[in-house]
């Protein structure tokens, strides 16, 4: 597509269930983020994939936190048992490749956890 | 560990000329990003300084001090749809940007 997408745009949930978050890169975009971002806040580092892989974690917040790439293509966050605290905007950008390439970012999900 | 500093809220006229600050500390250098985020929506990339000096695009322009690890943003000729808030990034480095908190600049008539 022209740009990075992002789905949902919005989900509110139930402290303690599961949800999924799903990136679609720009066609041809080898390198993908993810970041979060709690209201009047800078935007937080997650993970990052290079191809299909995660070579750094390092920003996962805890163990309810994962992800994962496929077809070197559309990218799923998935965080299990919500708590409060997951309440943020989860944005997902692509880069042509890693390292010093502009990211180009998608519109966000805003996840409400009740 | 890594860190910056920019102001939290900047006010400017219409038409005039506001320049953003922006100080890191960080162990390893790539560069330094600035982005643009309006409300609600996503950061846009605006320039990228990975040497010292002045880079511009258009009214932006950013600057770099490796020597004073510091750098600004200048935006020209503000107009209202300027009002947005505007982070400092460390990087791209290796695998991700690290941003600053952001500086919510407002533009008034």
């Known amino acids: 597509g022209a740009g990075v997408s992002q789905s949902p745009s919005n989900k509110v949930t139930e402290k303690g269930k599961d949800v999924e978050l799903r990136c679609d890169p720009i066609?041809?975009?080898?390198?993908l983020y993810w970041y979060r971002q709690r209201l009047g806040q800078g935007l937080e580092f997650l993970i990052y994939?290079?191809?299909?892989?995660?070579?750094?974690k390092s920003g996962l917040p805890s163990d309810r936190f994962s992800a994962e790439r496929t077809g070197e293509s559309v990218s799923t966050l998935t965080i299990q048992r919500t708590q409060q605290e997951d309440s943020a905007v989860y944005l997902c950008?692509?880069?042509?490749?890693?390292?010093?390439?502009?990211?180009?970012f998608g519109p966000g999900t805003r996840l409400l956890v009740l | 560990g890594q860190s910056l500093e920019q102001p939290s809220e900047v006010t400017a006229v219409e038409g005039a000329i506001v320049q953003i600050n922006c100080t890191y500390q960080?162990?390893?250098?790539?560069?330094l990003s600035w982005y643009q985020q309006h409300d609600g929506g996503a950061p846009t990339f605006l320039s990228y300084?990975?040497?010292?000096g002045l880079e511009e695009t258009g009214r932006f322009s950013s600057f770099l001090s490796r020597s004073d690890s510091y750098g600004y943003l200048l935006l020209q000729e503000l107009q209202m749809k300027d009002s947005a808030s505007y982070f400092c990034?460390?990087?791209?480095?290796?695998?991700?940007?690290?941003f600053g908190t952001g500086t919510r600049l407002t533009v008034i008539p």
């Open positions: 950008a692509s880069s042509v490749n890693r390292g010093r390439e502009t990211q180009y």
């Open positions: 990034a460390l990087g791209p480095g290796a695998n991700n940007l690290f």
């Open positions: 066609s041809g975009h080898t390198a």
């Open positions: 300084n990975g040497l010292d």
């Open positions: 960080t162990s390893g250098f790539y560069g």
């Open positions: 994939f290079q191809g299909n892989s995660a070579p750094d």
